[in-house]
């Protein structure tokens, strides 16, 4: 294929099997192929709307310790529990899943990172298998 979309799928299967899921996507694509990958990513928000803001809302993102419920935050950090959506088996930033981590599972499948922009719910990235 030339290009393979795999938006908000990855979450939904066990951390351990990212590496093997990221290789098939791998073998699928074809030289100087892409993949278009989408993963929630664990922030905390604020957004302001003002009529000073020019129609244009202000996003904040707060610091990891700060995000969430106090349930929420005793849920993740104490009894290590997605507290976002219970269907998610991990999700960047939580807790032993940093964006570096993830990132080096690309790289080690072969791919390397065209671009990566963090949205706001899910960090996008495109990668690229290299021309052989």
């Not at 795999?6 to 791998?26: G, I, Q, R, T, Y």
């Not at 997605?82 to 998610?88: G, L, N, R, V």
């Amino acid at each position: 294929f030339d290009g393979i979309i795999c938006a908000d799928v990855l979450e939904h299967m066990p951390f351990e099997d990212l590496k093997k899921n990221m290789e098939n996507f791998f073998q699928y694509l074809t030289p100087d192929g892409r993949a278009f990958i989408t993963i929630p990513h664990r922030r905390g928000r604020i957004m302001i709307v003002s009529p000073f803001s020019y129609h244009k809302p202000i996003i904040l993102t707060l610091p990891a310790w700060l995000r969430g419920s106090i349930k929420s935050i005793w849920q993740q950090w104490v009894l290590g529990k997605t507290w976002i959506d219970p269907h998610h088996c991990w999700e960047i930033d939580e807790r032993n899943y940093p964006i570096r981590r993830v990132e080096k599972i690309f790289k080690n499948s072969g791919f390397y990172i065209v671009s990566f922009q963090k949205l706001l719910q899910v960090d996008f990235w495109v990668l690229s298998k290299p021309k052989t």
